[in-house]
C-alpha cells in the first residue's frame, strides 16, 4: 500500500509548491507556460512512480530541459525536489537494479546545461556554469539514489531480522515443548515402575495377611478396606500415567483465549460481562500465562463461593502493565473475609498472590459495599513483548 501512497501523496505536495511558485514568483506568473509544463512533468513522473520506480523517475527529470527549453534559467523549484525525491524513490522501491534511474536524471541534466548553454552561447564562462550544473545535479540524483538504496538495505535487514526473532522463538518453543513431553515421560515411567509397582506389592502383602484371619471379624475387615483403597490408588495411578504419556495438545493458557474461559464459564452458568482494553497478544509470555490463571481462578471461585451471580471481568492491557479485575455481586453465600476465599479449594487467593508477587504486582481481594466481592490483579511492566 506504501508503494502507492508515498508516491500520490509526494506528487499532491509537489503540485502545492509549484502552483504557489509560479503564482508567487513575478517572473514565473507572467510567462507561466515553462514553468507549468515543466510542474506537469514532475507530477505525472510522480503519479507513474507508484508503478514504474525507473519510468517515474526519468519522466520527472524531463522538468529540468523543458523548464530551460522554456526560456527559463534553471529547474523550477518543485522539478529540484522531485529530481533527487524520484532516483531515491527509485533506489528504495525496486528489487531490481535500479541505477538507469539517476542515470536517466543525469542526462536529462546534462541536456538541461547543454539547452542553457547554447542559450548564453559557448563562452568559457558558460562552459564553467554548465559544468557546475551537471556536477551539481549529477551529485543530487546519485546520491539521493544511494540514500534510497540503503533505506532499502536497512529495510529488508529489519525485516530478516524479525523473521530470524520468529524462527528463534518457535524453536525455542518447539525445544520447550520437547523438554516437557520428555520430563513427563519420565514422571510417568518412575509412577509406574516404582510407586504403582510399590502399592500393587503392599495390596498383595495386605491380601495375604487377610486371608490368615477369620473372615468376619473387625481386622479383616479394616484390612480389607485398606487392600481396596489401594486397588484404586493403582487404577488411579495408571490412569494418570496414561494422561501424562499423552502429547500435550490441548490449547496452551493465554490471555487471548479469554473469551473462550468466559465462554465455558458461561456455560456453566454463571453470567459474564467481559470487557477487554488493549491488545492481549502483547502481553509478555510468561505475565500472559499467570495472568490467565488469575483470571481462571477468580471466576471458579465465583461459581464455587458466589453461584451463577452476575459477573464483571475487565482485563486491560496498556504500557504500565496488566490488570484483571474480576468482580461478582451478592450470592447465596456471604462473602468470605479478604485473603480467605478460595481457601477450601488449594488456598487460590493465595496461590493468586504467589503469581503475581513473582512479577512484583499486587493482588486486591475484598467485599464490595454490596455483600458482593472483587478481586483485582496488577501485573506491572517489565518491558519486551511477546
Not at 515443548?177 to 504403582?196: G, P
Request: aromatic share 6%; net charge neutral.
Amino acid at each position: 500500500m506504501s508503494r502507492m501512497i508515498v508516491p500520490w501523496a509526494t506528487a499532491v505536495v509537489l503540485a502545492v509548491i509549484g502552483v504557489v511558485e509560479i503564482v508567487l514568483d513575478s517572473g514565473f506568473s507572467a510567462a507561466p507556460a515553462a514553468p507549468a509544463s515543466a510542474l506537469a512533468a514532475v507530477v505525472v513522473g510522480a503519479v507513474l512512480a507508484a508503478w514504474f520506480p525507473v519510468a517515474g523517475s526519468a519522466v520527472v527529470a524531463l522538468a529540468f530541459p523543458i523548464a530551460v527549453a522554456g526560456g527559463l534559467n534553471g529547474p523550477t523549484g518543485a522539478a529540484v525536489f522531485g529530481f533527487f525525491l524520484a532516483p531515491g524513490w527509485a533506489g528504495y522501491r525496486r528489487a531490481a537494479p535500479s541505477w538507469p534511474a539517476p542515470l536517466a536524471a543525469q542526462l536529462m541534466a546534462s541536456l538541461g546545461t547543454w539547452i542553457a548553454g547554447r542559450a548564453a552561447g559557448s563562452t568559457v564562462a558558460g562552459l564553467g556554469a554548465m559544468a557546475w550544473e551537471n556536477l551539481f545535479f549529477g551529485v543530487l540524483c546519485w546520491g539521493a539514489w544511494g540514500v534510497g538504496l540503503l533505506a532499502r538495505r536497512l529495510r529488508d535487514r529489519a525485516e530478516l531480522m524479525a523473521r530470524l526473532a520468529q524462527a528463534v522463538e518457535a524453536e525455542r518453543e518447539a525445544r520447550e515443548a520437547a523438554v516437557v513431553a520428555e520430563e513427563r515421560q519420565r514422571i510417568a515411567r518412575d509412577m509406574h515402575d516404582a510407586v504403582a509397582h510399590s502399592i500393587s506389592v503392599m495390596v498383595l502383602q495386605l491380601g495375604a495377611v487377610r486371608a490368615t484371619l477369620p473372615a468376619g471379624t473387625p481386622q479383616a475387615d479394616m484390612l480389607l478396606g485398606v487392600e481396596r483403597l489401594g486397588r484404586e490408588s493403582v487404577q488411579e495411578l495408571r490412569a494418570l500415567v496414561g494422561v501424562l504419556r499423552e502429547p500435550v495438545s490441548a490449547p496452551q493458557p493465554s490471555l487471548a483465549r479469554t473469551q473462550d474461559l468466559v465462554d465455558d464459564v458461561r456455560s456453566a452458568g454463571l453470567p459474564v460481562d467481559l470487557t477487554v482494553d488493549g491488545d492481549l497478544t502483547a502481553v509478555p509470555r510468561a505475565v500472559d500465562i499467570n495472568a490467565y490463571r488469575v483470571l481462571q481462578e477468580a471466576l471458579t471461585n465465583v461459581l464455587k463461593h458466589a453461584g451463577p451471580v452476575p459477573t464483571t471481568v475487565k482485563v486491560g492491557v496498556s504500557a504500565t502493565g496488566t490488570t484483571i479485575t474480576v468482580e461478582n455481586e451478592p450470592g447465596g453465600a456471604a462473602a468470605e473475609p479478604s485473603g480467605e476465599r478460595g481457601a477450601v479449594a488449594g488456598h487460590g487467593l493465595a496461590g493468586m498472590r504467589e503469581r503475581v508477587a513473582v512479577f512484583g504486582g499486587t493482588v486486591a481481594a475484598n467485599p464490595t459495599g454490596d455483600g458482593g466481592f472483587a478481586v483485582h490483579a496488577v501485573f506491572p511492566a517489565r518491558g519486551g513483548q511477546r
